[in-house]
Nanobody, 119 residues
């Protein structure tokens, strides 16, 4: 059973940077698609960035040019590098791993890490 643990969240000033990590255990991430989601208070969870098992990336418009998703399969870890952070980026950030297995999609979630952008 795949388990995901996010880390790297915290308090940062507007314009600052943070790097989030999502470390996996229990299985290898090689065959999973990975997404970073976020959920702000009172809002729905939204997909921020994703990376396929082949390394293709996609970003929501609001973070393009500011966030970078990457994966290191040797370390079984996925990263989200966030720059030029704005108060609107404040949210709990979640890592998601998805795989098509035995004719169905399976989703795994981490517990989330809080990112707060404030002066």
């Amino acid at each position: 059973q795949l388990q995901l643990v996010e880390s790297g969240g915290g308090l940062v000033q507007p314009g600052g940077s943070l790097s989030l990590s999502c470390a996996a255990s229990g299985d290898t991430l090689d065959y999973y698609g990975i997404g970073w989601f976020r959920q702000a208070p009172g809002k729905e969870r939204e997909l921020v960035a994703s990376i396929t098992n082949g390394g293709s990336t996609n970003y929501t418009n609001s973070v393009k040019g500011r966030f970078t998703i990457s994966r290191d399969n040797a370390k079984n870890t996925v990263y989200l590098q966030m720059g030029s952070l704005q108060p609107g980026d404040t949210a709990v950030y979640y890592c998601n791993a998805k795989i098509f297995y035995r004719l169905s999609w399976r989703d795994f979630w981490g517990q989330g890490t809080q990112v707060t952008v404030s002066s």
